[in-house]
């Protein structure tokens, strides 16, 4: 089945069941195959490249421009309005798009791109009649472009990764696969679907399966609590720092989590702290997740069905992992790993191995029932006097801390010792935190002399990406 055909089939099949409530209104599947189908005559006939630029909240407009570029032959190119005006004029440039539909509020960030055509979602004409006969759907190859998305990396501007029209339906089938989803649940869209987390695991995937999803365009923890009590939610995917928000609800409790099917995390590590927070107070298993934008999202991940605490889970299907011998970096090969870096011939070659495994930048271990467990980043290690420290092993003991809220570590040039260890620790709400306390702890604990941080700066943010993700390159 192709990326495209879902939506339609849907239309089809329960035209009046209900595919998406936003901050705007309900749509059933008809409506929102109406409203795709208008899109996507709208885009033909606005232009001739081959691809589109979306900058919109989530929602069901973006959904339907989504599928109505789709339903245009164009592939998509999500823009991440949250970004610096340089990374936005980068994205635009680099992608060689002259078309992008927004709203409002958002058009302003496109202000220094010249010659854009840019659509107003807000001011398109409500399709007067209802869609009734699927209209002719394009036929893409497996190997056709279906979405540019960019990713901001670790260093410098935003790469463009090429999805294929195999990667994303194979990730999109292997994820529902091993998740255990089915048309029955009820899902809460809480990652900007600009991201590869938010478009196959709460659009592409949910819609496949007919189901029904609720956006809020804008995460806040008091929101998402009253959609999934309001709303019946079973279904909810997130970044760490969004759990940890719900978790500081004072008023939140077990019962409000009881239509709960699974609570999945991803983005970054889930601290262990975390995950026994949800256990505890909710009675709520938050399972782990590992995914990559050039993977088109899942790589592995911890179901219901099986589970492993402190790993991001088995594989998915069709992914094949293997640890690189020299340094235990993980290494990924299937259907769903992308085509490449758009315009960055270089680094796609050098992304991936002589016998054609991706090369995550991740370091990790795989236990014997085929778990995988990521001790840290190649890149992030932190080396003291030709001694390694991982941060993760550091930021992990200083979130057992009572005081400690959120923790991230780095490594900071030092003349004598090439590298020492620097710690930024959020408190607790109504704790404080004390550094030389917390040092102390960390030699307490039995951590190795040369981990042990050498500054720890007590904040009350981190920079963050906008998933949520904590911004090490800044914290440098």
């Known amino acids: 089945m192709s990326l495209i055909e879902p939506l339609f089939q849907q239309a089809q099949r329960q035209p009046d069941e209900l595919a998406v409530i936003d901050d705007r209104g309900r749509y059933t599947y008809q409506q929102l195959a109406t409203m795709a189908a208008g899109m996507g005559g709208l885009l033909a006939s606005q232009t001739q490249r081959p691809r589109v630029g979306l900058m919109l909240p989530s929602g069901a407009g973006f959904v339907?421009?989504?599928?109505?570029?789709?339903?245009?032959?164009?592939?998509?190119?999500?823009?991440?309005?949250?970004?610096?005006?340089?990374?936005?004029?980068?994205?635009?440039?680099?992608?060689?798009?002259?078309?992008?539909?927004?709203?409002?509020?958002?058009?302003?960030?496109?202000?220094?791109?010249?010659?854009?055509?840019?659509?107003?979602?807000?001011?398109?004409?409500?399709?007067?009649?209802?869609?009734?006969?699927?209209?002719?759907?394009?036929?893409?190859?497996?190997?056709?472009?279906?979405?540019?998305?960019?990713?901001?990396?670790?260093?410098?501007?935003?790469?463009?990764?090429?999805?294929?029209?195999?990667?994303?339906?194979?990730?999109?089938?292997?994820?529902?696969?091993?998740?255990?989803?089915?048309?029955?649940?009820?899902?809460?869209?809480?990652?900007?679907?600009?991201?590869?987390?938010?478009?196959?695991?709460?659009?592409?995937?949910?819609?496949?399966?007919?189901?029904?999803?609720?956006?809020?365009?804008?995460?806040?923890?008091?929101?998402?609590?009253?959609?999934?009590?309001?709303?019946?939610?079973?279904?909810?995917?997130?970044?760490?720092?969004?759990?940890?928000?719900?978790?500081?609800?004072?008023?939140?409790?077990?019962?409000?989590?009881?239509?709960?099917?699974?609570?999945?995390?991803?983005?970054?590590?889930?601290?262990?702290?975390?995950?026994?927070?949800?256990?505890?107070?909710?009675?709520?298993?938050?399972?782990?997740?590992?995914?990559?934008?050039?993977?088109?999202?899942?790589?592995?991940?911890?179901?219901?069905?099986?589970?492993?605490?402190?790993?991001?889970?088995?594989?998915?299907?069709?992914?094949?992992?293997?640890?690189?011998s020299e340094d235990g970096e993980i290494l990924l090969k299937g259907p769903m790993v992308m085509k490449g870096y758009n315009n960055l011939p270089e680094q796609t070659v050098a992304a991936f191995t002589a016998d054609g495994y991706f090369r995550t930048g991740d370091l990790g271990t795989i236990d014997a029932d085929g778990f995988i467990f990521i001790t840290g980043r190649k890149k992030d290690l932190i080396i003291i006097a030709g001694e390694k420290a991982s941060p993760r092993e550091i930021e992990e003991l200083l979130m057992t801390h009572p005081a400690v809220s959120e923790a991230a570590v780095i490594g900071k040039k030092d003349l004598n010792r090439g590298e020492v260890v620097a710690a930024y620790v959020i408190p607790r709400e109504g704790q404080s935190a004390d550094a030389d306390e917390l040092r102390e702890f960390c030699r307490k604990q039995g951590l190795a002399q040369w981990k042990v941080p050498r500054e720890i700066n007590i904040v009350e943010d981190l920079p963050r990406s906008a998933s949520g993700k904590v911004l090490k390159r800044e914290l440098k």
């Open 64 to 324: 339907a421009s989504f599928y109505g570029a789709m339903l245009a032959g164009k592939a998509i190119v999500p823009l991440n309005f949250l970004l610096a005006d340089r990374e936005i004029l980068h994205c635009i440039a680099d992608s060689a798009i002259d078309t992008v539909v927004t709203i409002p509020q958002l058009a302003p960030r496109l202000k220094g791109a010249q010659g854009i055509n840019v659509i107003d979602l807000t001011q398109l004409p409500q399709p007067a009649t209802p869609l009734v006969a699927a209209p002719k759907l394009p036929t893409p190859t497996d190997d056709d472009l279906a979405v540019l998305m960019y990713t901001s990396g670790t260093s410098g501007l935003p790469k463009g990764v090429l999805l294929t029209h195999r990667n994303i339906e194979s990730n999109v089938n292997a994820a529902i696969e091993a998740a255990g989803l089915e048309h029955r649940h009820k899902f809460l869209g809480i990652v900007p679907l600009f991201h590869a987390f938010g478009m196959t695991a709460m659009m592409l995937a949910p819609i496949q399966l007919g189901a029904s999803i609720v956006y809020i365009a804008r995460f806040s923890p008091v929101g998402a609590l009253n959609a999934i009590k309001e709303h019946g939610i079973s279904l909810l995917m997130g970044v760490p720092s969004m759990f940890a928000a719900m978790a500081r609800l004072k008023n939140a409790s077990a019962d409000d989590f009881k239509t709960i099917y699974a609570m999945i995390s991803g983005g970054e590590p889930l601290p262990a702290a975390l995950r026994e927070t949800f256990a505890q107070r909710f009675g709520v298993t938050l399972y782990e997740a590992y995914g990559m934008t050039e993977t088109s999202l899942a790589v592995a991940l911890n179901t219901p069905q099986a589970h492993r605490a402190g790993s991001v889970g088995r594989p998915v299907p069709g992914m094949h992992v293997k640890l690189d």
